[in-house]
């Protein structure tokens, strides 16, 4: 049964929810299966309820299956653009920068609490990509073009160097 949990103003933020008061998803929200729940919903979950599965206290059970989907359909993108049939680029990027949002807060132990105050919190993280808040603005500016899809591609490559950084560390 599909659940629903209605959007905080401080997540309505253009092209995130700009114009929906709900998020549908399908419960539990279980850690290991957050790529395939809609972008943000631990984070929304969270500001109302205690989530005991909250992926940013459990990396190793959602941030390597997110890679690996992402992979996925960074490879589904690359073929749609290649022969430039791209039917859904926006909603796809937009729905990707979203989970890339995300798991970059989440591999620094913490949920976004909100998106409107987007490029000062991205600042405060410790593990990013250089210039993270530049170019997720550039593309998700315009997220249907093929510039904004390489954006996020290298965008993704680098969360998953600076996530192997934080396990290494954390290892010491």
């Known amino acids: 049964m599909l659940a629903k949990v209605k ?23 279980l850690r290991g299966e957050t790529h395939q729940q809609p972008a943000f919903i631990y984070d929304i979950v969270a ?24 992979k996925n359909q960074e490879k589904i993108l690359h073929e749609q653009f290649s022969i430039r049939k791209v039917t859904n680029a926006k909603e796809v990027i937009t729905e990707w920068s979203g989970r890339f949002l995300s798991a970059l807060f989440w591999i620094n132990g913490r949920s976004i609490q909100g998106l409107t105050a987007l490029e000062a919190d991205i600042q405060k993280l410790t593990y990013k990509p250089v210039n993270t808040s530049e170019r997720l603005l550039f593309l998700l500016k315009k997220p249907g073009m093929y510039h904004s899809f390489v954006q996020l591609s290298e965008l993704y490559k680098e969360l998953q160097k600076q996530y192997a950084i934080k396990r290494i560390r954390l290892k010491k």
């Open 47 to 70: 500001k109302e309820e205690e989530l005991p599965e909250a992926p940013w206290n459990s990396l190793e059970d959602c941030i390597p299956p997110l890679f690996i989907e992402w």
């Open 7 to 29: 959007v905080p103003p401080e997540f309505k933020c253009n092209p995130f929810f700009f114009a929906q008061d709900v998020i549908v998803f399908q419960p539990p929200l």
